[in-house]
């Protein structure tokens, strides 16, 4: 393991920091490809879901592989400007489901 590597795991992240991003305000047209384009830059991604129902179109789903690549892309991303949209870009939250 590289140094910089080596003292980015000693970082405390805040706790809402994860892997799983949710983005939203998205050109209803764009493609997964595009996404990866955008999103890639900022390290390796595991998968991006798009949302494709009437509810979730504009909306998608980035995971990367590293939860400081995953910090970076929202350092950068939010705000961003895509086909004259400004994405929101945040950590994925997750839900506690009822018993």
Do not use: C, W
Not at 9 to 15: A, C, D, E, H, I
């Amino acid at each position: 393991m590289s140094s910089a590597a080596a003292s980015r795991r000693n970082v405390r992240l805040p706790p809402e920091v994860n892997r799983v991003l949710y983005v939203r305000n998205l050109p209803f047209n764009i493609t997964g490809d595009e996404m990866y384009g955008i999103f890639g830059k900022y390290g390796a991604i595991r998968q991006i879901r798009l949302g494709e129902t009437k509810a979730t179109k504009g909306t998608a789903f980035v995971v990367y592989e590293d939860i400081f690549d995953a910090k970076n892309a929202v350092d950068h991303l939010s705000g961003f400007n895509v086909a004259n949209r400004y994405l929101i870009v945040l950590y994925n939250q997750r839900r506690e489901r009822k018993s």
